[in-house]
């Protein structure tokens, strides 16, 4: 997308100051813009910058008084965060609107239904029986198996696969390579021990307003749904295992791992690579620190942990400070040991004396 | 798939209570079930649940005598365990049956051998002189390098890639994303930092029966295999280094890393998120809980082990029971050290009184 | 690739002993060597199995002596290391030239630019405005988004994902299902404790000489670029996150996560399934071992680190040594705390005699 200044303070509601005509096409931080990026101007601390930039563009507040001479065409609004969070929006949209529309190159079962608005990309599969809502981007290379059903407003990014039944919810963004239901990993052991498949014949239910990060991989139900509830963000490389389920609005950070049935509630913060064994629960608002391990479930609402396996966040830091002491405090044990020895004897040839 | 009560009574040697045209597509669990939904009662803990399910059809026990009337159709059975197990089986089938069959989209080498029965999904790629065996399923937008071979009855969901001279056996599964014989990694450290690449000219070897998780990276060895032992399950998100080896019938959880030329022996059973470095070599029947990190090998077999770095698993146990106290052991010493202190001086203050 | 023992002994500039038309296709360790290998003898260690590999050729030292009679075609050479790397190099070259040649089976926008000698997988996409430079290799299954920049020399390895705008350089090497610029994880809390997308606008530059291990993903920047810097050898199913930055040379092993804005400095070398917290900074030289968690910046150079959290590699041997004897430790102070306890009764008692 390329702008010029005038464009931008029509759309943005500001007052102009340089070169109507001076175009713009990427946003970019103010100390490392070059010709042809919009900057802003927000925090004091970085007004600096303001003279030295090579933006063509700066955002600024109304009041702004420049106090040397400055090189970008100025455009000045009441509230330079919310013009930029408006502006990155355009772009973002922009970007998205770009797409690749060769339908004659993908293939689409013809009992497959497909919203109106929607586009399917280049070499995408998409089964008997799958029903995508309107406004959807599938783009090339995703497949989507036999009756999977999605929302309207959804982005189903390259070389995602949603396998067979599973239902996607309204305004989701499933980015490249995540892997929606593949098979739970069940297996009986056997006398020999050897290992017999357990069919793996439920499916995933994500809900509206999800986002799934690249890579992440959320398996299938034994029986039943492994489910992603409403307004759940899921970053890069996660696993879910089958039957698991995400509260609303939970957040899950990189590399997070969830085993089997384990329902973890709304609105928890998880840090990156934090593991969760399986068929546990964890309470709502529940706070974890990266690479913890959970073992038990956790009851009380609200509850920061830490550590592998995790305990009281606090009693973690309280723990882990001695941890870092404890050849001192061995040390320590050793000597008190052998003093309180002397001491002892003396004390028993001072009573012999006595 | 549908049946009817008819037909599955028929199938599971069952007697039918009921309506013999109920209609079912699909196995839910008793309390969760919906019309159309067939569901099971095993445990007599669930029997309520079966006053109040929705499900169209439910298994029971011959010798099940309801207290209170009950919706659904009933099939009695000799054991709802097994039965269940064979229907799940037949779902399973079913749903595997369903295949997208379009040759001419898909690109297969004209020097590559394609067995009976193996059916080659959309966009899915197979190069010169790979051979696949009978009875497979290829699903869409596979990569199968050159010279790859794949034994009988394997199923390679889409988005699998296969590099070239690998090998797979028989019965063998790989979910979505997986990607077999990529580069090892491999950099010899030069004078000026900088590293030059080694190339990895060996390949993977996976014996029969073995499953491999989505988006599992199994590298191809420098010289000679890595090597995937028969019966050995892989969940998702693994990572196996150059010149590696799982054992027989050996379990990796998701998300577990194996360092380059490790052997990890037979019967294993590994947790989530476990990391092993290079160059060991892990007894059989080694249990290790999850997170845990091995830096050196495990000589006796059948050795359970837990922590990072792993020591055995009670003692971890018992010594993460003492880190939880750290603060109070920490302060208990320091009081120990000064009533010794006191104890000390009264005693020599006693000593030149006497 | 096959070559005959005569050929081996021209390129190697090397004398033959044996049969100059041993004909042989692939490289193998010397006790695993069948009928067709070629092997080598470096190590002395390892002469026993001279006389009983089954290689077709063998490579040793011009200087060897056998006591035994040998079975292999020998290729005497002045130094067996760097002839065997040159051998090496020539097969994987040999691997990498067998290509499959099918444009017409690609998508390839119009406006985009293809250089000299570059070859286009099978269903591959090459959206609008992208720029490939000379000699790349972009496999079947590639997605390159729009306006993405790629140097020279490069090898795309099946689906790998490459989103609008990123830049590559030359000589890197993108593994199977690699995602290089998905979002960056940005979501603004709101009130209702419900997320709103912050866009993600900016890009991924990975400069020159960087090789990116299979399932590995590099988030683009919110704003600006995150950065893989010159020489950096990343390893599989490693998270950065948007905004990251990794020096020169650096090295990361597999399962790494790096959260958002943390910068990583050059020449480090980061073991398996170490994390990194959002916005530090890690000095040059820092070398840091598996699985441990980096809450802080590291500020000295040089510096190696371990545990998680992470503190001095040495100071965590010594504390996790101490670890290990904490139920002992626990029961001295126990101990301790009785016996100071005795004592000083004894003595009050001995006082009040006195």
């Known amino acids: 997308m390329k702008v010029t200044a005038a464009q931008l303070a029509l759309l943005l509601d500001g007052s102009l100051e340089g070169d109507p005509n001076a175009i713009v096409s990427r946003p970019a931080r103010i100390e490392e813009a070059v010709d042809g990026d919009f900057a802003f101007l927000d925090n004091i601390r970085y007004e600096p910058y303001a003279y030295s ?22 455009i000045r609004v009441d509230d330079v965060r919310s013009s930029l969070a408006l502006l990155l929006q355009k772009f973002d949209e922009a970007n998205q609107a770009n797409g690749t529309d060769v339908p004659e190159a993908s293939f689409v ?5 497909i919203g109106v608005g ?8 998409i089964e008997e029986g799958a029903v995508i809502g309107n406004n ?31 239902v996607i919810g309204d305004n989701c963004t499933l980015h490249a390579n995540a892997v929606i239901g593949a098979d739970g990993f069940g297996f009986a052991p056997q006398g020999d021990k050897t290992w017999v498949k357990v069919p793996q014949v439920g499916n995933v239910v994500i809900e509206n307003d999800v986002e799934v990060g690249a890579c992440t991989c959320i398996d299938r139900a034994a029986i039943g749904s492994t489910l992603i509830r409403q307004g759940a963000k899921l970053d890069n490389l996660i696993h879910i295992a089958h039957n698991a389920e995400v509260g609303n609005n939970t957040a899950l950070a990189a590399q997070v791992g969830v085993a089997g049935s384990t329902r973890i509630g709304d609105n928890c913060q998880i840090g990156g690579q934090v593991g969760f064994a399986g068929h546990l629960t964890i309470a709502n608002g529940t706070r974890i620190q990266a690479q913890s391990g959970l073992g038990s479930s956790v009851e009380k609402p609200n509850t920061a942990l830490f550590g592998s396996p995790a305990i009281g966040y606090k ?23 052998k003093k309180l020895k002397e001491l002892s004897e003396r004390s028993v040839k001072n009573e012999q004396k006595g």
């Open 118 to 125: 929607t586009r399917i990309g280049v070499y995408a599969v």
């Open 315 to 337: 009693d973690f830091i309280r723990s882990h400070v001695v941890f870092k002491q404890l050849p001192d405090l061995q040390k320590k044990v050793l000597e008190l040991e």
């Open 53 to 74: 930039t090579k933006a063509s563009i700066l955002l600024v507040h109304r009041s702004f008084q420049p106090t040397q001479p400055l090189k970008p065409t100025l």
């Open 109 to 113: 079962h013809k009992s497959a239904v």
């Open 136 to 166: 959807c981007t599938i783009y090339p290379q995703v497949f989507i198996g036999r009756n999977v059903r999605i929302g309207n407003n959804c982005r189903i990014y390259p070389g995602v696969r949603i396998h067979f039944d599973c």
